[in-house]
C-alpha cells in the first residue's frame, strides 16, 4: 500500500514533557526533532538529563525538580505564548512528585487555551521487563493522568496493567481500551501488540474513540529499539490535532514510525535513525490501511 501523507496545517505549539538523552533517541530526544521536521513547533522541558537511556551499562544522570516545570511553565505564561499550545505530551515522568507537576502544566495551559489537548504516554513498563518505574508512578498514571488526558497510549503490558485484565486476544484489547475511555480519554490506542490473531512475523496498533475501533497492522521487524513507543504517541497527537480523526491519526503515525524503524534495522544499528531517516519519517513509503473492527 503506497500513499502519500499529507500536512497539517495551522499547527500550534506542542509542550513535551519528557526524557532527554545526549546519545540516542528516546523522549524529547526524540520527539522534538521530529516534530521539528514535520513544521510543529514543540516546547521541550526535560524531566531528566541521562548521557544515554538506562539500558547501556555505565549510563549517568539525574532527574530534574518537579519545581523546574512550573517554572518553565510560568515563565512561558509571563511571556503571553500559553494561548499558542495547542497540545500536551508527557512520558517518562520518574516520580509521582513529577507527574504532580505535569499536571498541574496541563492545568495551566488549559487556563489559556480551553481546548487543549493532553496526551499521556504511561510509561510504566514492557513485556519482559515488567514495571521499570519508581514506586507510585504507575498508580499515577492510572488514577490521576488518565482521567485528565484526552488522549492515552499505552503499550500492551501497560494496557493490561491499567485496566487488570489480560490482553490477548483481540476483544481483551477492546475491553480494555474502552474501560481506558470510561475514565475520561476521547481516545485510547495500544501498541506493540501480539494478538491471537496476529501473525508472528507483524505486531497491531488498535485505536478506539466514540465512532468506533480500528487496527493498524504493520510488519514485524527483526529489531529491538528505545523510544518508538514515545516517538508513535507524540506523531499520533500531531496528526489528531489537524483533523481529529482517530484512525487517519493512527494510519499516519504508525506509518511514519515505521519508516525510521526499517531505516533502523537496515542499518543495524541500536538507536533510531532520526536523523539519517528523517526524509522518510516525512514522507514515508509505506502507508497501512486502518481496519474498522
Known amino acids: 500500500m503506497v500513499a502519500r501523507i499529507g500536512s497539517v496545517a495551522g499547527m500550534g505549539a506542542i509542550l513535551s514533557i519528557q526524557s532527554h538523552v545526549a546519545y540516542g533517541h528516546v523522549g524529547n530526544s526524540a520527539v522534538v526533532f521530529a516534530l521539528q521536521r514535520l513544521g510543529r513547533e514543540v516546547w521541550p522541558i526535560d524531566t531528566v538529563q541521562f548521557s544515554s537511556h538506562a539500558g547501556y551499562p555505565g549510563w549517568r544522570g539525574e532527574a530534574f525538580s518537579p519545581a523546574l516545570i512550573g517554572q518553565c511553565v510560568a515563565g512561558l505564561d509571563a511571556i503571553g505564548q500559553l494561548s499558542r499550545c495547542e497540545g500536551v505530551v508527557t512520558g517518562y515522568l520518574g516520580q509521582p512528585d513529577m507527574g504532580q507537576a505535569a499536571l498541574a502544566a496541563v492545568e495551566a495551559v488549559r487556563a489559556r487555551n480551553a481546548q487543549a489537548v493532553y496526551a499521556c504516554d504511561p510509561v510504566i513498563g514492557d513485556e519482559g521487563r515488567g514495571i ?21 497510549s499505552p503499550n500492551a503490558f501497560e494496557l493490561a496493567w491499567l485496566t ?12 480494555g481500551l474502552q474501560s481506558l475511555r470510561a475514565r475520561g480519554p476521547a481516545v485510547a490506542f495500544a ?30 521487524l527483526p529489531i529491538t529499539v528505545n523510544g518508538a513507543g514515545d516517538l508513535v504517541s507524540a506523531l499520533f497527537l ?56
Not at 164 to 175: K, M, N, Q, V, Y
Not at 192 to 216: M, Y
Open 132 to 152: 521499570y518505574v519508581r514506586d507510585g508512578v504507575a498508580e499515577f498514571f492510572r488514577d490521576r493522568a488518565i482521567p485528565a488526558a484526552t488522549l492515552v
Open 164 to 175: 487488570g485484565r489480560p490482553c490477548a486476544t483481540r476483544a481483551e484489547a477492546l475491553s
Open 191 to 220: 501498541t506493540s501488540l501480539k494478538l491471537e490473531d496476529t501473525p508472528a512475523q507483524a505486531l497491531d496498533l488498535i485505536a478506539v474513540d466514540a465512532h468506533g475501533a480500528w487496527r493498524v497492522r504493520t510488519p514485524k
Open 238 to 293: 500531531h496528526e489528531w490535532l489537524g483533523h481529529r480523526d482517530t484512525a487517519a491519526a493512527l494510519a499516519c503515525a504508525s506509518a511514519r514510525v515505521y519508516a525510521v524503524v526499517a531505516a533502523t534495522a537496515r542499518a543495524g544499528g541500536r538507536e533510531l535513525q532520526l536523523v539519517a531517516a528523517q526524509a522518510a519519517l516525512a514522507d514515508p513509503e509505506l502507508v497501512f490501511t486502518p481496519e474498522r473492527l
